[in-house]
């Protein structure tokens, strides 16, 4: 299986801290090897500017100044992340809200508060290249 690289993009500091506690210590995934951007100002400066590039891109939808739909728009017209994992991180799962993200090219969704006990679970999947649409 190829080494992953993961860039999450959260203005929630609690919700960095379980990313980082489940993705470092849970499934042991290098520190290096996890970025963590607190807002999507010069969005696609940073991204470029990451060592190693990442190839797994969680977004919180509601993150200022580009939203996750915005900041997926942005990714999916480079072709460097053409193949990339993106999906997206949300409190809101409303049934609109789901076929929203489904139709905005999301390699799927993961409901937050995010879970100890399902989420490697999930990034395994991904990992894997399935979409997970993990609506709970």
């Known amino acids: 299986m190829r080494e992953l690289t993961y860039l999450y993009v959260e203005d929630d500091t609690l919700s960095q801290e379980i990313m980082q506690m489940i993705l470092l210590r849970g499934m042991g995934v290098p520190a290096e090897r996890?970025?963590?951007?607190?807002?999507s100002y010069d969005f696609m400066a940073r991204v470029k500017a990451l060592a190693p590039q990442p190839n797994v891109i969680l977004l919180d939808i509601h993150v200022a100044p580009l939203d996750g739909?915005?900041?997926?728009?942005?990714?999916?017209?480079?072709?460097?992340?053409?193949?990339?994992?993106?999906?997206?991180l949300?409190?809101?799962?409303?049934?609109?809200?789901?076929?929203?993200?489904?139709?905005?090219?999301?390699?799927?969704?993961?409901?937050?508060?995010?879970?100890?006990?399902?989420?490697?679970a999930l990034m395994e999947r991904i990992a894997n290249g399935e979409t997970v649409w993990h609506i709970a």
């Open 34 to 39: 996890l970025h963590i951007f607190s807002d």
């Open 69 to 88: 739909f915005s900041m997926l728009q942005h990714l999916r017209a480079e072709s460097d992340y053409q193949n990339a994992q993106i999906i997206a």
């Open 90 to 120: 949300t409190a809101s799962v409303m049934n609109e809200e789901v076929a929203q993200l489904r139709q905005s090219g999301f390699n799927g969704a993961i409901a937050k508060p995010l879970s100890f006990s399902t989420f490697p």
